[in-house]
Protein backbone atom coordinates (compact mmCIF):
# COMPACT_ATOMS: atom_id res chain seq x y z
CA UNK A 1 0.00 0.00 0.00
CA UNK A 2 0.66 3.68 -0.36
CA UNK A 3 0.69 6.20 1.78
CA UNK A 4 -1.11 9.81 1.74
CA UNK A 5 -0.26 12.85 3.79
CA UNK A 6 -3.06 15.23 4.00
CA UNK A 7 -1.38 18.45 4.14
CA UNK A 8 -2.84 21.19 1.96
CA UNK A 9 -5.09 22.63 4.79
CA UNK A 10 -4.58 26.40 5.80
CA UNK A 11 -4.15 25.74 9.81
CA UNK A 12 -6.62 28.52 10.38
CA UNK A 13 -6.46 27.88 14.24
CA UNK A 14 -2.81 27.75 14.39
CA UNK A 15 -2.84 31.58 12.87
CA UNK A 16 -0.57 34.05 13.21
CA UNK A 17 1.79 31.32 13.09
CA UNK A 18 0.67 29.94 9.54
CA UNK A 19 1.02 33.58 8.02
CA UNK A 20 4.25 32.44 7.23
CA UNK A 21 4.98 29.16 7.71
CA UNK A 22 3.04 26.35 6.36
CA UNK A 23 1.26 24.08 9.12
CA UNK A 24 3.09 20.29 8.54
CA UNK A 25 6.20 22.61 9.02
CA UNK A 26 5.56 24.01 12.26
CA UNK A 27 8.01 22.73 14.65
CA UNK A 28 7.81 20.30 17.91
CA UNK A 29 10.30 18.22 19.45
CA UNK A 30 12.81 20.01 16.81
CA UNK A 31 11.31 18.82 13.44
CA UNK A 32 8.15 19.80 11.41
CA UNK A 33 5.19 18.21 12.41
CA UNK A 34 5.14 16.50 8.80
CA UNK A 35 8.29 14.97 8.94
CA UNK A 36 7.64 13.01 12.69
CA UNK A 37 4.49 11.01 10.56
CA UNK A 38 6.63 10.73 7.31
CA UNK A 39 9.64 9.15 9.70
CA UNK A 40 6.32 6.87 11.30
CA UNK A 41 5.15 5.45 8.08
CA UNK A 42 9.19 4.97 6.94
CA UNK A 43 9.80 2.98 9.67
CA UNK A 44 6.49 1.02 9.11
CA UNK A 45 7.33 -0.14 5.68
CA UNK A 46 5.74 2.39 3.47
CA UNK A 47 7.89 3.35 0.96
CA UNK A 48 6.19 5.30 -1.27
CA UNK A 49 4.27 8.45 0.12
CA UNK A 50 2.09 10.96 -1.19
CA UNK A 51 1.69 14.74 0.06
CA UNK A 52 -1.17 17.13 -0.69
CA UNK A 53 0.20 20.64 -1.95
CA UNK A 54 -1.93 23.84 -0.67
CA UNK A 55 -1.17 26.75 1.66
CA UNK A 56 1.96 27.91 1.36
CA UNK A 57 2.53 24.21 -0.66
CA UNK A 58 6.12 25.25 -2.25
CA UNK A 59 8.04 25.87 0.78
CA UNK A 60 6.45 21.85 1.90
CA UNK A 61 7.91 20.74 -1.26
CA UNK A 62 10.90 22.60 -1.11
CA UNK A 63 11.57 21.66 2.80
CA UNK A 64 10.66 17.18 2.17
CA UNK A 65 12.12 17.15 -1.48
CA UNK A 66 11.97 13.76 -2.98
CA UNK A 67 11.89 11.94 0.25
CA UNK A 68 15.11 9.79 -0.62
CA UNK A 69 17.06 11.56 3.39
CA UNK A 70 13.48 9.87 5.10
CA UNK A 71 14.46 6.23 3.54
CA UNK A 72 11.25 6.98 1.12
CA UNK A 73 9.37 8.19 -1.86
CA UNK A 74 7.90 11.43 -2.03
CA UNK A 75 4.86 12.42 -4.62
CA UNK A 76 2.64 15.44 -5.02
CA UNK A 77 -0.54 16.51 -5.30
CA UNK A 78 -0.67 19.80 -6.15
CA UNK A 79 -4.04 21.81 -5.17
CA UNK A 80 -3.21 25.59 -5.01
CA UNK A 81 -4.30 28.05 -2.31
CA UNK A 82 -7.67 26.99 -2.13
CA UNK A 83 -6.92 23.47 -0.93
CA UNK A 84 -9.66 21.11 -1.61
CA UNK A 85 -10.56 19.56 1.76
CA UNK A 86 -10.14 16.02 2.95
CA UNK A 87 -12.16 14.41 0.63
CA UNK A 88 -11.76 16.56 -2.44
CA UNK A 89 -7.54 15.96 -1.62
CA UNK A 90 -7.95 12.62 -1.24
CA UNK A 91 -9.77 12.22 -4.29
CA UNK A 92 -7.44 14.49 -6.97
CA UNK A 93 -4.75 12.28 -5.37
CA UNK A 94 -6.16 8.79 -6.60
CA UNK A 95 -4.12 8.62 -9.72
CA UNK A 96 -0.76 8.63 -7.38
CA UNK A 97 -2.18 6.25 -4.86
CA UNK A 98 -2.76 3.72 -7.25
CA UNK A 99 -5.39 1.20 -7.92
CA UNK A 100 -5.35 -0.31 -4.75
CA UNK A 101 -6.37 0.51 -0.96
CA UNK A 102 -4.23 3.22 0.85
CA UNK A 103 -3.42 4.80 3.90
CA UNK A 104 -4.00 8.41 4.54
CA UNK A 105 -3.29 10.62 7.90
CA UNK A 106 -3.56 14.14 8.78
CA UNK A 107 0.05 15.76 8.80
CA UNK A 108 -1.25 17.75 12.09
CA UNK A 109 -1.28 14.82 13.44
CA UNK A 110 1.26 13.15 16.36
CA UNK A 111 0.62 9.64 17.75
CA UNK A 112 2.66 6.39 18.46
CA UNK A 113 0.19 4.43 16.64
CA UNK A 114 1.80 1.39 15.00
CA UNK A 115 1.11 2.09 11.53
CA UNK A 116 2.76 -1.38 10.61
CA UNK A 117 -0.41 -2.75 11.83
CA UNK A 118 -3.03 -1.13 9.16
CA UNK A 119 -3.82 -3.56 6.50
CA UNK A 120 -6.35 -3.19 3.30
CA UNK A 121 -10.09 -3.24 4.57
CA UNK A 122 -11.98 -6.43 3.66
CA UNK A 123 -14.57 -6.13 2.94
CA UNK A 124 -15.24 -2.88 4.42
CA UNK A 125 -14.77 0.51 1.83
CA UNK A 126 -12.57 1.60 4.89
CA UNK A 127 -11.62 1.08 8.13
CA UNK A 128 -10.88 4.31 10.71
CA UNK A 129 -9.12 4.48 14.01
CA UNK A 130 -10.29 5.89 16.48
CA UNK A 131 -9.32 7.06 19.94
CA UNK A 132 -11.01 8.48 23.04
CA UNK A 133 -12.20 11.99 23.03
CA UNK A 134 -9.93 14.43 23.89
CA UNK A 135 -11.52 17.86 25.71
CA UNK A 136 -11.64 20.07 22.79
CA UNK A 137 -13.98 17.49 21.37
CA UNK A 138 -15.86 15.80 23.68
CA UNK A 139 -18.54 14.59 21.71
CA UNK A 140 -16.44 12.55 19.27
CA UNK A 141 -17.62 11.63 15.51
CA UNK A 142 -18.34 8.02 15.39
CA UNK A 143 -19.56 5.22 17.50
CA UNK A 144 -17.88 1.60 17.13
CA UNK A 145 -19.83 -1.57 17.81
CA UNK A 146 -18.38 -4.61 17.32
CA UNK A 147 -15.79 -3.84 15.22
CA UNK A 148 -17.53 -1.86 13.01
CA UNK A 149 -17.90 2.20 12.93
CA UNK A 150 -21.91 3.50 13.42
CA UNK A 151 -22.16 7.04 12.40
CA UNK A 152 -24.59 7.34 15.58
CA UNK A 153 -24.05 5.79 18.67
CA UNK A 154 -23.79 5.76 22.53
CA UNK A 155 -20.07 5.94 23.35
CA UNK A 156 -18.85 7.97 20.74
CA UNK A 157 -15.11 7.93 19.86
CA UNK A 158 -12.87 10.70 17.53
CA UNK A 159 -11.69 9.77 14.50
CA UNK A 160 -8.16 9.94 14.60
CA UNK A 161 -7.39 11.08 11.13
CA UNK A 162 -5.28 7.91 10.96
CA UNK A 163 -7.47 5.66 8.27
CA UNK A 164 -7.26 2.75 5.44
CA UNK A 165 -9.37 3.46 2.10
CA UNK A 166 -10.28 1.86 -0.95
CA UNK A 167 -10.62 4.40 -4.29
CA UNK A 168 -14.25 2.61 -4.48
CA UNK A 169 -15.17 4.57 -1.48
CA UNK A 170 -14.74 7.99 -3.70
CA UNK A 171 -16.90 6.26 -6.60
CA UNK A 172 -19.39 8.52 -8.51
CA UNK A 173 -18.10 11.88 -6.74
CA UNK A 174 -17.54 14.56 -8.50
CA UNK A 175 -14.02 16.07 -8.21
CA UNK A 176 -13.98 19.40 -6.42
CA UNK A 177 -13.56 20.31 -2.91
CA UNK A 178 -15.11 18.47 -0.33
CA UNK A 179 -14.85 16.89 2.94
CA UNK A 180 -14.25 13.39 4.16
CA UNK A 181 -16.56 12.81 6.38
CA UNK A 182 -19.88 12.62 4.64
CA UNK A 183 -18.52 9.89 3.01
CA UNK A 184 -17.94 7.98 6.41
CA UNK A 185 -20.97 8.67 7.60
CA UNK A 186 -22.68 7.69 4.70
CA UNK A 187 -20.42 4.20 4.33
CA UNK A 188 -20.85 3.46 7.87
CA UNK A 189 -24.91 3.74 7.27
CA UNK A 190 -24.24 1.17 5.07
CA UNK A 191 -21.90 -1.65 7.13
CA UNK A 192 -19.06 -0.99 4.58
CA UNK A 193 -16.77 1.13 7.23
CA UNK A 194 -14.68 -1.08 9.83
CA UNK A 195 -12.82 0.83 13.07
CA UNK A 196 -10.65 -0.30 15.89
CA UNK A 197 -10.22 2.19 19.36
CA UNK A 198 -6.55 3.00 19.84
CA UNK A 199 -5.76 3.69 23.56
CA UNK A 200 -2.07 5.07 23.06
CA UNK A 201 -0.71 8.53 22.94
CA UNK A 202 -2.13 10.52 20.17
CA UNK A 203 -2.30 14.68 19.73
CA UNK A 204 -4.43 16.67 17.08
CA UNK A 205 -1.87 19.44 17.10
CA UNK A 206 -4.84 21.72 15.66
CA UNK A 207 -3.81 24.76 17.82
CA UNK A 208 -0.77 27.01 19.23
CA UNK A 209 -1.29 25.66 22.57
CA UNK A 210 -1.18 21.92 21.57
CA UNK A 211 1.27 22.59 19.56
CA UNK A 212 3.59 24.26 22.48
CA UNK A 213 2.23 20.97 24.56
CA UNK A 214 3.38 18.35 22.09
CA UNK A 215 6.51 20.28 21.91
CA UNK A 216 6.73 19.64 25.97
CA UNK A 217 6.05 16.19 25.58
CA UNK A 218 8.14 15.22 22.88
CA UNK A 219 11.18 16.84 25.27
CA UNK A 220 10.53 14.63 28.22
CA UNK A 221 10.39 11.38 25.98
CA UNK A 222 14.08 12.32 24.44
Known amino acids: MRAMILAAGRGERMRPLTDRVPKPLLRAGGRA ?96 VLVDNPPHHPAGDFALVGGEVAAAGAARLTFSGIGVYRPELFAGHAPGRFALAPLLRAAAARGQVSGERYGGRWMDVGTPERLAELDRLLGLLS
Open 33 to 128: LIEHQIDALARAGFAELVVNLGHLGARVRAALGDGSRYGVRILYSEEGERALETGGGILRALPLLGPGPFVAVNADVWTDYPYDRLTPPSPHLAHL
